[in-house]
């Protein structure tokens, strides 16, 4: 079983940038997809970004150009370099990792005020 934490989120002025990290209590180099997912209250969970093993990415479109994900299987964290940040990016964000199993963090709460 494979524990993962998120940190840095917070509180930014829009134009702001934060850096959440996802540090996994294992090996992530089986996971052969891991992503970012964020929700804001009273809506439903949505992808933001994910990254398969190979480096691949993906993201959402109300982030392209703006936030970056990245893995590093050697330090087994995943990291969203999220920059320009908006009001409308406030949410709590959640870190995922498939294998042959589903994990999810506990999130982090991001909130971008005007």
């Known amino acids: 079983q494979v524990q993962l934490v998120e940190s840095g989120g917070g509180l930014v002025q829009a134009g702001g940038s934060l850096r959440l990290s996802c540090a996994a209590s294992g090996s992530i180099a089986s996971f052969y997809r891991m992503g970012w997912y964020r929700q804001a209250p009273g809506k439903q969970r949505e992808l933001v970004a994910r990254?398969?093993?190979?480096?691949?990415?993906d993201y959402a479109d109300f982030v392209k150009g703006r936030f970056t994900i990245s893995r590093d299987n050697a330090k087994n964290t995943l990291s969203l370099q999220m920059n320009s940040l908006k009001p409308e990016d406030t949410a709590v964000y959640y870190c995922?990792?498939?294998?042959?199993?589903?994990?999810w963090g506990q999130g982090t709460q991001v909130t971008v005020s005007s």
């Open positions: 990254i398969t093993s190979g480096g691949s990415t």
């Open positions: 995922n990792a498939v294998s042959e199993w589903n994990y």
